[in-house]
């Protein structure tokens, strides 16, 4: 019943920026924790960057300062704002609820970052 579908992944140069979307249907995303999590080949999926329902946002220590998590209530859309990427931030990223109970993950869209 829940679709999730990120967009706006690429291919960027070290130090670049981007800015990915998750666009949900089947949820009201605003009554929900959102996060963005990312999976890079050898590891398991990690949880990037957390938005709650009242605005608090939370991130992983290698992201804080660059990246940005923000939500569009009536778009029901979840984005990240990723500025100085570096190679390490290579990966396919999601969007999920943060919560236990995830809804199932969307197609996910890559990130590399390379020079």
């Known amino acids: 019943q829940v679709q999730l579908v990120e967009s706006g992944g690429g291919l960027v140069q070290p130090g670049g920026s981007l800015r990915l979307s998750c666009a949900g249907s089947g949820r009201d995303f605003s009554i929900y924790a959102m996060g963005w999590y990312r999976q890079a080949p050898g590891k398991q999926r990690e949880l990037v960057a957390r938005?709650?329902?009242?605005?608090?946002?939370n991130y992983l220590d290698s992201v804080k300062g660059r990246f940005t998590i923000s939500r569009d209530n009536p778009r029901n859309t979840v984005y990240p704002q990723m500025n100085s990427l570096k190679p390490e931030d290579t990966a396919v990223y999601y969007c999920?609820?943060?919560?236990?109970?995830?809804?199932?993950w969307g197609q996910g869209t890559q990130v590399t970052v390379s020079s």
């Open positions: 938005i709650g329902s009242y605005g608090n946002t």
């Open positions: 999920n609820a943060a919560v236990e109970r995830g809804w199932n």
